[in-house]
C-alpha cells in the first residue's frame, strides 16, 4: 500500500506514523517543517500507550516535486482555513485510482473534493484525538484516540476498511462507518458550541460550562435539529451525553482558540459557518449559533 | 433651588455645572475625587458650543458628612454597576420633600428607587451625550448632547420641567418627556444592541456595522418587540434610523467597552440583563440577545 501523506500537524503524524509502523510505504508533503521531517523523520510519544517511536517516511517531499507513480492512497490532514486549496494540492498527486481521505475538522467538507475528482473515491475521517505538535517534526499525543473513516456520502469502502485495519493492528482506536456524515455531525454539536464560545469569550470549555451551560445546550440543540432534518439520526442523549463529559474533562482549549490566540486563521467557515449554512438549506432557524457565528467573523 | 450631585462623573459634572451656570445652588458629593474638586472646582470643556468654564460648587463633601438641610433635589449621576447601591447613597441625603433625579443608563432603574423612596418624587434622566472626565476635576464634552428627563413611571413634574428650563436657559438641549420608560427604551436598542457587541468583540461600532450589521439588526428588533409588548411605542422606522445613524458616525467605543477594557465593572446588568428579563415577562423570545448577555457574563 503506497501512502501519501499530506501535512504534518499533529493529526497527520500520528495517524500516517501509525500507517508507516503497520508496514505501509509513506510518502510525507511537508510544508514549513521539510528540513527537520527530512533529517530526523518525525518524533511521535504518545502518552496513551501508543509508544515513542521515531517515524522515517520511505520519502520527504515538498508541494509540486514530481511522483514517481501516483499513489494507492492520498491522506490529507491540513487545517481547513479559508486560506488553503485542497485541489490544488491534491491535483499534482492524484491517478486516476488514486482514493482520497481527507482527515479534517468540519461539515460537509468532502463535496469540494468530490465535484473536483468525480471519478475518484472519496474517504472522510474525524479524529477525535488530543495531540500537539510541539515542535517541527515532534508531536506529543496527550489523549483519547479514536478515529472514524467513511466514503463520501456514505457506504462501504475496500480501501477505507483496509486502512482501519492497518490502524486497528498498530493498537490505535479505529472503526469504519457507513454513515460519514453522521459522524461529522455528531463531532459538530461538541465542536461548533464549545468552540465558538470558547474563542469569541477567549476562555476554556470549564468557563463556559461554568457560566453559559444553557447556551451550550440551546446551540448543541439548533445543530442537532438541522443534523436531524438533514437525514442524519444522531444517537438519543447526546446532548447530555456530550455536556457531561465535558464537565469531566479538564479545562480544555478547542484548537479553534489556539489558532485564534496565535494570530492564524481558524476553521469556523467549515465547522461553524458549514453548520449554519446547512440549517438555512434545511430551513431550520438558529438564532444562537447564528449569532456567535456572526461574533467569530467580527473578531476575525 | 438647592441641588445636591451625587457623582462628578462626566455626566454629573456637565450637567451639574450647567446647573450651577443657571443659579442653583449646588453641593457636590465626590468619592476618589474629593481633593482635587474642593481645591480646584471642575473644569468642563464643550466642544459643541456650551463654553469652557470652571463651575465651583457651594459645597463639596464626601458620602456621610452630614447636611445642614435636606436638598430640594438630589442628581444622582452614578454609573449602575452591581456594585453601586443606590439607596445607601441617597438615604443620609434625602428629605421627605426631596425630588431624586436618577440620570443613568438602563432599563428599569427607577423601580428600585421607587419601592425604596415611595414618598419622594422621582425621575429618571436619559443623557445621549459623548463626554468624557480625562482626569479628576476635568470633563471635556465631545460631541452631542441632549437630556431627556421624565417622572417615573410617567407623568408631568414641576421639579422636572424646572431642571430642564434651567438646563434649556443655559443653551443645551434638554426636554421634558411625559414617557420617560418609552425613553429608556429607544436609548436601549442602540445600547443594549451595541455596547454588547463592541463588548464582546473588542471592537468599535464601525466593525460591528461591517460584519454584523444584520446582527445589530436582529438584536434591534428583539427589543423593539419587548418593548411594543411592554406597552412602549417607539417612533416608526427607529431601527434602520439608528443603524444608519451610527453608519454615520465616527467609529465609537461605547462606555461599556470602555469599562471592560478598564477592568473596571459595566453596567451590563441594568443595559442588557433588564433588557432580557423584561423579554421574558413579557413572553418575548429574544435568542440573539441572550447569546450577547450569556456571553458578557461568560466574559466577566
Chains 1, 2 share one sequence.
Not at 29 to 40: A, I, K, N, Y
Not at 79 to 91: E, G, I, M, N, Y
Not at 138 to 158: C, D, E, I, N, T
Request: hydrophobic share 40%.
Amino acid at each position: 500500500m503506497q501512502v501519501h501523506l499530506i501535512g504534518t500537524g499533529a493529526v497527520g503524524s500520528l495517524y500516517g506514523g501509525l500507517l508507516a509502523r503497520s508496514g505501509a510505504a509513506l510518502t510525507v508533503q511537508c510544508r514549513s517543517d521539510f528540513v527537520e521531517v527530512q533529517r530526523d523523520g518525525i518524533r511521535i510519544e504518545s502518552h496513551v500507550g501508543l509508544g515513542n517511536w521515531v517515524f522515517r517516511p520511505d520519502q520527504v517531499i515538498r508541494a509540486g516535486e514530481p511522483l514517481v507513480k501516483p499513489p494507492d492512497i492520498v491522506i490529507l490532514a491540513i487545517k481547513l482555513t479559508p486560506r488553503c486549496d485542497r485541489v490544488a494540492l491534491l491535483s499534482p498527486v492524484i491517478g486516476p485510482k488514486t482514493v482520497i481521505v481527507s482527515i479534517s475538522n468540519g461539515l460537509e467538507v468532502e463535496n469540494e473534493l468530490a465535484d473536483s475528482f468525480p471519478d475518484n473515491e472519496i474517504l472522510g475521517g474525524v479524529a477525535f484525538v488530543c495531540a500537539t505538535r510541539i515542535n517541527p517534526g515532534h508531536v506529543v499525543h496527550q489523549a483519547y484516540g479514536h478515529l472514524v473513516l467513511g466514503r463520501y456520502p456514505s457506504g462501504p469502502s475496500l480501501a477505507g476498511e483496509a486502512l482501519v485495519n492497518r490502524w486497528l493492528s498498530t493498537g490505535a482506536s479505529a472503526e469504519y462507518s457507513l454513515q460519514l456524515e453522521t459522524v461529522r455531525w455528531q463531532k459538530a454539536l461538541w465542536n461548533a458550541s464549545f468552540s465558538a464560545l470558547c474563542t469569541i469569550s477567549h476562555t476554556h470549555t470549564a468557563s463556559v460550562l461554568g457560566s453559559a451551560e444553557e447556551l451550550v445546550r440551546q446551540v448543541m440543540t439548533e445543530i442537532h435539529e438541522t443534523a436531524t432534518r438533514l437525514g442524519h439520526e444522531l444517537p438519543n442523549g447526546i446532548i447530555e451525553k456530550q455536556i457531561n463529559g465535558t464537565h469531566r474533562m479538564p479545562p480544555y482549549l478547542p484548537s479553534m482558540s489556539l489558532d485564534q490566540r496565535a494570530g492564524d486563521p481558524t476553521e469556523k467557515e467549515v465547522i461553524v459557518g458549514n453548520a449554519v449554512r446547512a440549517a438555512r438549506r434545511a430551513g431550520v432557524k438558529t438564532p444562537h449559533l447564528d449569532t456567535l457565528y456572526t461574533l467569530l467573523k467580527l473578531q476575525e
